[in-house]
């Protein structure tokens, strides 16, 4: 069965200051990748998605993923991070092979952004 | 384009009560899934339609509930009779594509508190 594991539950950052929330999944092959972010009182929207090809993925408002095979990782990264970036983010993966169409989440991980 | 919507927002109830929750998906959008989470913990799969299908309901907790998708336009989720764990967020999810690298595009939940 797959699983994701996100570490951090709660991340604290400066505005300005760089970003990175870290994602690690357990899958027998090489999955879908998603990154999902949730402001209070919205719904899930999606950041970006790594399906194949280049391992570098970018997505809106700036963020960016990298998927390493050999870690099992798909780490989201800003290089500045802006106040309106505080919310709770979501790593997700899907099956690539099966009947499941499902996706499956991460616990997910608040970030703060400080002024 | 109109996103995805789910009403209510909130809903509170005393255990053994019964409700019902309904999605209305993205317009021409095949596929509908429910998601809950439950105490801050992982979003989890509930069950997927395929217009009016129940293609995968391998996620539903028990027999109190009940998912519905008249016409494959909306879905309703109804619980009955709630019970104390019940309580969480309830997502609903749309898609197009019949594949499985599909993008799920979520709505803001309905926040179901059980008394």
């Excluded at chain 1, 929207?45 to 399906?51: G, S, T």
């Excluded at chain 1, 499941?100 to 970030?111: I, V, Y």
């Excluded at chain 2, 209305?24 to 959008?29: A, F, N, T, V």
């Excluded at chain 2, 309580?87 to 179901?112: E, I, K, M, N």
Aim: charged content about 20%; aromatic content about 12%; overall charge neutral.
């Amino acid at each position: 069965a797959q699983s994701v594991t996100q570490p951090d539950i709660h991340i604290t950052v400066s505005e300005g200051a760089s970003l990175e929330l870290r994602c690690n999944y357990s899958y027998g092959a090489t999955p879908y990748l998603f990154w999902y972010v949730q402001s209070p009182g919205q719904g899930l929207q999606l950041l970006l998605k790594y399906f194949s090809g280049d391992t570098l993925v970018q997505g809106i408002k700036g963020f960016e993923a990298e998927f390493k095979r050999s870690q099992s990782s798909f780490n989201l990264r800003k290089p500045s991070v802006h106040w309106s970036d505080a919310a709770e983010y979501f790593c997700a993966v899907g099956a690539t092979s099966g009947s499941a169409r499902q996706l499956t989440f991460g616990s997910g991980t608040q970030l703060t952004v400080l002024p | 384009e109109a996103g995805v919507t789910q009403f209510p927002s909130h809903s509170v109830i005393e255990k053994g009560q019964t409700v019902t929750l309904r999605c209305d998906p993205i317009s021409g959008h095949d596929n509908l899934y429910w998601y809950r989470r439950v105490m801050g913990k992982e979003i989890k799969f509930l069950l997927h339609f395929v217009k009016e299908s129940k293609q995968d309901e391998s996620g539903m907790p028990n027999n109190r509930f009940l998912a519905e998708r008249t016409g494959g336009t909306y879905s309703t989720l109804k619980v009955q009779p709630a019970e104390l764990e019940d309580s969480g967020v309830y997502f609903c999810a749309s898609s197009a594509a019949r594949g499985r690298a599909d993008t799920q595009y979520f709505g803001p939940g309905t926040r179901l508190t059980v008394l």
